[in-house]
């Protein structure tokens, strides 16, 4: 079953702790998001990844780190310097040429 | 700056149809898309348009672009309680994979 997947769905941090978000997608896709959510905004970019082992940075990429060492995967790290982290994640990944497809995002809450 | 903006909210009877508008600033834009969003969940692509298309339509759905107004709205045809969600208006950045998301519209049908 083709698709992008988000885990947790849920996640709680504590004061002053990185946490990571897993995102992995099986549609062969070369480019791969994140965004974050907050109630009442449209979705804001937060790094983006166009090619394994490259990546570059959205319009809010402070207190947050990712990777890409594999095709299938993009791990955002919400760092403790993000002080305020509370929101909806969502991670999405783009084929040539195609519209961007999402995952069903992960809930980030502060303990 | 890349700007897209829509409207908060619409409510619309069951059965009625829905028109939920969105403005964009990029010029340059290459396609525009409807991303529905329902409680918890990502988002869904509905549809997109390629900028030089003036009308696209599928099924209950219908975008209508303005480019000289930068104006694109979407039309949904005997709307249902199932169609009760966020809906997301983006533009992409011309040479970027790269997608700008207006705030969303929350659409409300009530029976």
């Known amino acids: 079953d083709g698709g992008i997947t988000q885990s947790p769905k849920y996640l709680f941090r504590k004061e002053g702790q990185n946490v990571t978000l897993s995102c992995e997608q099986n549609?062969?896709?070369?480019?791969m998001y994140w965004y974050r959510q907050d109630p009442g905004q449209g979705l804001r970019l937060i790094y983006y990844?166009?090619?394994?082992?490259?990546?570059q940075k959205g319009d809010i990429a402070e207190g947050y780190s990712v990777s890409r060492e594999k095709k299938e995967s993009f791990p955002l790290t919400v760092t403790s310097a993000q002080k305020n982290p509370t929101a909806f994640y969502l991670c999405?990944?783009?084929?040539?040429?195609?519209?961007?497809?999402f995952g069903d995002g992960t809930r980030l809450s502060i303990l | 700056g890349e700007d897209v903006e829509q409207s908060l909210f619409l409510s619309v009877r069951e059965g009625d149809s829905s028109v939920i508008n969105c403005t964009y600033t990029?010029?340059?834009?290459?396609?525009l898309y409807w991303y529905k969003q329902e409680p918890g969940a990502g988002l869904q692509l509905l549809t997109y348009i390629f900028s030089n298309m003036d009308m696209k339509q599928d099924q209950r759905l219908t975008v209508l672009l303005n480019k000289k107004d930068k104006h694109l709205s979407l039309r949904i045809a005997d709307t249902q309680t199932g169609d009760s969600a966020i809906y997301f208006c983006?533009?992409?950045?011309?040479?970027?994979?790269?997608?700008?998301f207006g705030t969303g519209t929350r659409l409300q049908v009530f029976p």
């Open positions: 999405a990944s783009k084929g040539s040429n195609q519209p961007q497809h």
């Open positions: 983006a533009e992409s950045i011309e040479n970027t994979d790269k997608l700008i």
């Open positions: 990844s166009q090619i394994v082992n490259d990546f």
């Open positions: 990029d010029s340059s834009s290459t396609y």
């Open positions: 549609l062969n896709h070369d480019a």
